[in-house]
């Protein structure tokens, strides 16, 4: 949570294209590499990380951190679910719900982060990372 509040310019400029062509930084492969890591066995909290590097690290604005962040995740499930599958450990009826409900998220969240400020997806962000931590604290 303090690294959302760290160095506000960078989480607040507006979205650049030609960042996804810039070289890979030293430091970013070591944390993609840590957080491939942990979110390979964990997953929890991996996209939070990975758009802390993204944005923090690499500099690119939120909105295109989020895009790689996608991309890198649905990357991150291909194996788990192979796996599962060939396990018959796959409930279907909970994960055609939970998909109709990613997409929906997905598809919004794309029509928002295209329409709303930098610091408004920040304080967002910000917001529901707290709520999270409640949340999992039990305190809601």
């Excluded at 790689?68 to 719900?97: E, G, Q, S, V």
């Amino acid at each position: 949570l303090p690294l959302l509040f760290y160095n506000p310019s960078k989480w607040l400029k507006r979205f650049q294209p030609h960042t996804a062509t810039q070289p890979v930084k030293g430091l970013e492969v070591l944390f993609f590499f840590l957080i491939g890591l942990y979110g390979g066995f964990m997953q929890a909290g991996s996209g939070i990380m990975m758009l802390l590097v993204l944005v923090l690290i690499s500099g690119r604005s939120l909105v295109a951190s989020h895009a790689t962040r996608l991309l890198i995740l649905a990357a991150f499930n291909i194996p788990p679910i192979l796996f599962y599958y060939t396990h018959d450990m796959i409930k279907w009826n909970m994960t055609l719900i939970l998909s109709a409900g990613s997409i929906g998220g997905a598809i919004a969240g794309n029509y928002i982060s295209q329409r709303v400020s930098a610091k408004a997806l920040h304080t967002l962000l910000i917001a529901i990372v707290i709520i999270s931590i409640f949340y999992l604290l039990e305190f809601i």
